[in-house]
DNA sequence: ACCTGAACACCGTTCAAGT
DNA sequence: ACCTGAACACCGTTCAAGT
């Protein structure tokens, strides 16, 4: 008579409770998930969680990191044929866009690259591009830091709040010049996408100019 | 015999719910805050605070607002003989070091300008400067709010997580090019500041392109 | 009008117990 | 090793009751 066969087949895995987490911050917001609600999307009871993960908060870096992990960084890869600006800018979109298809996730991942190995992968391959185009390292650092923060701020301000819907909500006397048009919950989006496309445009500009200013390649 | 004077003075307000709320999320972060853990500092029991507010959520935009109204717009107004670039490379920093004063409301004033009044002040002294200095209305929006990403982006990024403390966190095998020193919590203050110099100036330097070609003025 | 205590429906996390 | 139920110490918010 031989023992028990030890647990047949775990229930749970971290990639299965990541999928589930990415699935409900999705679908319901980042407010939505709590460690019983998704303990019982995956069939199972709350604490099972803490077997696979030390607290809640790891399990949304994870998600947070799983959508990093989407970005396009082919055009970053030393093999690319593209322009430092070139590739930049394809780049930005491809994060942006990434971003925008899990807008709930966004504010865990704005609050900076953490101990998330997709998000220290993007600043590695940024700065790798940056450095074989012939910037300084510290300038490659730097880079890569400032269209971090304008694409994750752009992503924050765009996809979680922005102005209101209720047209009545401002009373356009105490905003003389924006009380007009300027900030209709209907012209926020076109808004936020025009001032992305503007602002990407002048860093990338700016950059032109310093990078001249370094002296010839 | 005449009957019991009255409340003879309400023990709460906004403005001390709010002052009391802004010390507790300084001193002790965002997550401190609960209503029960705020009311106590005010001497009162918890539900209390919903004669004054309808949410929690209400009273922490409500601290927000407070830190939004303590920017400097002054070089934004009519009076101020500042040019447009000059100008808003100065609010940049006013902006950034009120942001810097109360780090850990950042998350809540990255989400947008909201109904928060003076968020909307912001936006609003904004667009007034750069349409006075030439520049379309369209315009002029897209500057207040790609101004706005890239501020309250790099402070979300600097003041609410960053790189980590812990110096073995990291396989440099895993981040060739990061690997060296650039990613070292003692470094990253250094890199925050410089990098939000250089997208700052790139920024400008990017609109002034963007300016030239509008025509002569 | 403004504050209270009690209550409701939740939380994240720990832990002894089971297999 | 991995999952469970029970329990702990909390939450935000509602509401009837008091003044």
Redesign the interface.
Known sequence: MWRMARPRKPLLSRDRIVEAAGALVDAEGLEAVSTRRLAAALGVSGPSLYNHFRTKDEILEAVADAVSARVDLSMLEPGDGRDWRTALHDWAHSYRAALADHPHIV?VL??????R?AG??L??AV??AM?RAGWP???A???G??M???????A??SF?????DDRG??DPA?????GQA??LADRQRE??E???E??L???????C??YEALGPH
Chains 1, 2 share one sequence.
Not at 110 to 115: E, H, I, K, N
Not at 201 to 207: M, S, T, V
């Open positions: 504010p704005a609050r900076g690259p953490g101990r190995p220290l992968r600043a590695d700065f790798g450095t390292p510290a300038q650092t730097r880079i830091a400032l971090r923060y304008f694409i994750l701020g752009s924050v301000a979680a709040g922005g102005f209101v909500a401002y105490d905003y003389p010049h924006l300027h900030l808004i936020d025009s001032a992305f503007t602002g445009r002048a860093l990338l500009d700016g950059l100019v310093q």
